[in-house]
Nanobody, 133 residues
Framework: QVKLVESGGGSVQPGGSLRLSCAAS????????IAWFRQAPGKEREGVSC???????????YYADSVKGRFIIDRNNAKNTVYLQMNSLKPDDTGVYYC???????????????????????WGKGTLVTVSS
């Protein structure tokens, strides 16, 4: 059983930054694709970013258009942790952020077309990000 725990959420002003972490236990992440989703009140959960298992892949990461250029996803397999660096935060970024894992080698769909909820095998419980003045 794989357990994912998010951390790093909080309340920030527009234009601020946060760094979210997704720490895994029960398995190593080197052969997993990891995605970040978010959900605002009254809205559906949306895929934000994804990173696959290939460190040297040309198609290694994905970003939703709404966060492209502002968010950066990265992974440290030695620490079994995936990060989401969020810069230039906007009020529309407010929501609960979830990390999720897909236990499949070379799951390119996640980084070419974006993450989908039903593709993911394991989920964290979320961390709240609030962006307001």
């Amino acid at each position: 059983q794989v357990k994912l725990v998010e951390s790093g959420g909080g309340s920030v002003q527009p234009g601020g930054s946060l760094r979210l972490s997704c720490a895994a236990s029960g398995a190593t992440l080197d052969h997993y694709s990891i995605a970040w989703f978010r959900q605002a009140p009254g809205k559906e959960r949306e895929g934000v970013s994804c990173i696959n298992d290939r460190d040297l892949s040309e198609h290694r990461t994905y970003y939703a258009d709404s966060v492209k250029g502002r968010f950066i996803i990265d992974r440290n397999n030695a620490k079994n942790t995936v990060y989401l660096q969020m810069n230039s935060l906007k009020p529309d970024d407010t929501g609960v952020y979830y990390c999720a894992a897909r236990a499949e080698l070379l799951f390119d769909q996640c980084v070419t077309q974006g993450p989908r909820e039903y593709d993911m095998d394991y989920w964290g419980k979320g961390t709240l990000v609030t962006v307001s003045s």
